[in-house]
């Protein structure tokens, strides 16, 4: 098994590593929003909210377990999860962060499992702050064995 812990800012577009840095923190618009599969005044996937917010805004994304990937373009967000897993099985990736919009983005106390390939892609971007983040069992077509040295 795979397993890395995120912490820091990603200066720069960059795929997740080992890269660590200053935590650096998004505006917040004055409404939270959130994000709860057990709760009709919340929204049941990240995705809906990431759609739904406008620039700036909060999202708070309770413990539950969460099927999907999710794309966040075009704004800067902050995304708080309590102990959230994100279950990319089937999607090339958990999350995936592109574009200048994201700017500033925040992403935190998420797992991400069993993206096809990366489970948290950050793409043409830069200083996103990335903390507390299980990285596990991604890249399901990855072989060491295959690679030359």
């Not at 397993?3 to 720069?12: L, V, Y």
């Not at 500033?104 to 069993?114: A, N």
């Amino acid at each position: 098994m795979k397993k890395f812990r995120i912490m820091g800012t990603m200066p720069g577009a960059a795929l997740l590593s080992s890269a660590w840095a200053t935590p650096t923190f998004a505006a917040h618009a004055s409404a939270d929003i959130c994000v709860n599969p057990y709760n009709d005044e919340c929204y049941s996937t990240i995705q809906a909210a990431v759609n739904a917010v406008p620039n700036g805004a909060m999202i708070n994304v309770a413990r539950a377990t969460y099927p999907e990937q999710f794309t966040m373009s075009g704004k800067a967000l902050t995304l708080i999860g309590h102990d959230a897993t994100i279950d990319a099985t089937g999607q090339p990736h958990g999350m995936y962060v592109v574009g200048a919009a994201t700017v500033g983005t925040v992403i935190s106390g998420f797992t991400v499992r069993l993206g096809r390939f990366e489970g948290v892609l950050l793409q043409s971007t830069s200083d996103l702050t990335v903390r507390d983040i299980v990285i596990e069992d991604n890249d399901a077509n990855y072989n060491p064995s295959t690679f030359r040295r």
